[in-house]
């Protein structure tokens, strides 16, 4: 207990300013993509390697299994059935954003005098520009407001890659069969910036972010760069140079997802030597994780292996991700911390790290003796409670705890007074209600394939009674259609985001 209390009084007053803080966001990237994860795959990434020897890997760290969701409890260090998130992510054309009253990490660390800048994907609402990044907190952004798009014409929605995705940079996604959604959707602070036509995401964030620490370097101020990078979220295309570094015994879906991570890896190697440039890795706090976990693609194996699941899913593979931190004037590294630590952990650690206090009412721990020692701070995840069991974006099942070792695992949730909820509690699936709830123990099966459940009855009704004192903080959860957040929503009768036929026009607030 001394030595942890050495520790701790290093990393919160013994360096000489506050540290700077540089996030990096991967979307999509599975538990088996990365090499610091798993060696033998032969995956090309060794700047995210390097960081993770030097540094400290998280072996037990879980977020939500989808973009939005993710995303914003990192931002509000809340769970996101208390956030409206819990069944889908911000659709680019429904009136709704991350709760104006919830105060973000950006705006925190601006009370603490930190310059803040973004430079990738937001994903957290848009419909009004008070939901764009520079009104909650960010000095500077640069970026895109939606989930994805075209990955070097910067057009949204979302849709596959080029029949070729070695030769992509003038692709522009087809319309929608059911309706034109398309538009274009790159941003300099508030304003469409057409000149990013044509340059791929990865190298434009990874030039913002060189130029960001070269210029503030040497303020006596620190900064918060947070870089949530598109890479590897579909569509999935990358440079031929970049494939022709795999294999061809490979399949041609797997050398892209490969040379798609390998690009990520360079762009942070980038990030990384600039820190070194400016004589600032010392006084840098580095954050590397992932959104959610890796979603099945055809060609494309053990993406988040050995885990069971995919993103949209509350099984591991869908919610356990590779993360590490690295602050070497901080937290000792060439380390594993095995105990547990969630996406809504960072708030309340960083701002501990820079001197703060974390806002009152969230979820988030400071979890700062469990990076420096292991010290157990976290005892249970909650990853997800879902009331809306027959649509959304989740996949059944959608409702899951962990608590020590063991996890509880429902079909769906139904919560009384939520989505016309009448009881609380799991919901099986119809077709074969026998089968729930499941209870899994992750530490003898992290692969989620024994259910104890007849077993242990007693430590699973202990789970479904925790469930159901969770759920009870549940709030509507956020729908693409009217009335958006049920019929007390205070734009439950706007109007949705025009439709377009041009996917040049830029694709902004409406209201």
């Known amino acids: 207990a001394s030595v942890l209390v050495v520790l701790l009084a290093t990393a919160l007053c013994c360096a000489s300013r506050a540290p700077n803080i540089v996030f990096i966001l991967a979307d999509d990237l599975g538990f088996n993509e990365a090499g610091f994860q798993n060696a033998s795959r032969g995956l090309i990434t060794p700047h995210i390697d390097a960081l993770a020897r030097e540094g400290v890997v998280l072996r037990h760290y879980y977020t939500h299994p989808l973009c939005s969701p993710s995303r914003g409890a990192l931002m509000t260090s809340t769970y996101n059935h208390r956030l409206g998130l819990q069944a889908n992510v911000v659709i680019w054309y429904t009136p709704w954003g991350l709760p104006l009253e919830k105060k973000l990490l950006p705006e925190q660390l601006k009370e603490l005098g930190y310059s803040t800048a973004m430079f990738g994907k937001w994903h957290l609402g848009m419909y009004r520009r008070e939901y764009y990044p520079t009104a909650r907190g960010f000095d500077r952004f640069e970026g895109y407001l939606q989930a994805c798009g075209s990955l070097a014409t910067h057009e949204s929605p979302c849709c596959d890659a080029p029949d070729d995705p070695l030769n992509f940079t003038s692709y522009i996604c087809p319309p929608d069969p059911a309706g034109d959604y398309r538009g274009y959707d790159w941003f300099q602070d508030a304003t469409p910036f057409a000149p990013a036509n044509g340059t791929v995401s990865t190298t434009i964030v990874a030039d913002r972010a060189v130029e960001y620490i070269e210029t503030h370097s040497k303020d006596e101020t620190p900064f918060f760069l947070y870089l949530p990078f598109q890479n590897i979220h579909s569509p999935y295309d990358c ?24 690009e990520l890896d360079v762009a942070v190697g980038r990030v990384t030597a600039a820190l070194q440039a400016a004589g600032i890795v010392d006084d840098t706090v580095v954050v590397f994780a992932s959104d959610n976990g890796a979603p099945f693609e055809t060609g494309v194996m053990d993406r ?27 937290i000792p590294g060439g380390r594993v911390v095995n105990n547990l630590v969630h996406v809504t952990d960072w708030a309340p650690t960083l701002l501990a790290l820079a001197g703060g206090t974390p806002a009152a009412g969230i979820d988030g721990l400071d979890v700062l003796s469990t990076l420096i020692a292991d010290e157990p701070v976290r005892r249970e995840v909650l990853v997800n409670i879902n009331p809306l069991c027959d649509a ?33 509690g799991c919901r099986p699936d119809p077709s074969n209600p026998g089968l729930w709830p499941q209870l899994y123990n992750l530490t003898a099966d992290p692969s989620e394939r024994i259910n104890l459940a007849a077993e242990l009855p007693e430590i699973l009704a202990a789970l479904e009674a925790r469930l159901a004192v969770l759920a009870l903080e549940s709030v509507e959860p956020m729908q693409p259609y009217p009335p958006y957040q049920g019929p007390s929503y205070p734009c439950a009768s706007c109007p949705e985001h025009p439709r377009t036929i041009d996917p040049a026009q830029p694709w902004e607030a409406w209201l």
């Open 304 to 330: 988040n292996t050995p885990l069971r699941g995919q993103k949209f899913e509350v099984w591991e593979g869908g919610t356990r991700v590779p993360a590490l931190v690295h602050a070497p004037g901080r």
């Open 239 to 262: 440079s031929p140079e970049s494939y022709a570094l795999f294999p061809p015994a490979l399949s041609e879906a797997q050398r892209v997802i490969f040379a798609y991570i390998y």
């Open 392 to 424: 959304g974006d989740f996949v059944a099942p959608k409702a899951a705890l962990r608590v020590g070792d063991m996890k509880i695992v429902c079909w769906c949730y139904e919560i009384a007074g939520i989505a016309n909820g009448t009881t609380t």
